[in-house]
């Protein structure tokens, strides 16, 4: 499994944090960025991880910023994101079962690293179960489709 991991400035430490759990759990990862805690736009960062997980380059992709609605917001405008802005475990594990979310969404002055770090490992050991829930999935492409013309 390979991550794509991104911040802007707001989120650029929980993000260390993030990687740093990765390597422990030698998990392969990619860090687009940002690189310091200068002030920076959200959206930069949304885009690069999400086409490189819409791309099939990356599996899931990791993305925080100060509240993660901005870079939630930015990253579900890349046809094929279904990023899932998560504070609690319940919903990092449910994002997978039911949404096939391919992109985590962390609020770094929302959540203390300890919870953000349980938040990762839920939403990176759970699979999507498709079934009933593929037709739901199938139903947002379309929507998709239908405004990206
Ligand atoms: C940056 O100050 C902040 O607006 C950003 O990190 C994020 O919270 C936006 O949604």
Known sequence: MRIAVGSDHAGFSLKKEVLKHLEERDIQFEDFGAFSEESCDYPD????????????????GILVCGTGIGISIAANKVPGIRAALCGDTFSAHACREHNDANILALGARVVGTGVALDIVDSFLNTRFEGNRHQKRIDKISEIEKKYNK
């Open 45 to 60: 960062f949304a885009l690069k991880v999400a086409e490189e997980v819409a791309g099939k380059r990356f599996e899931l």
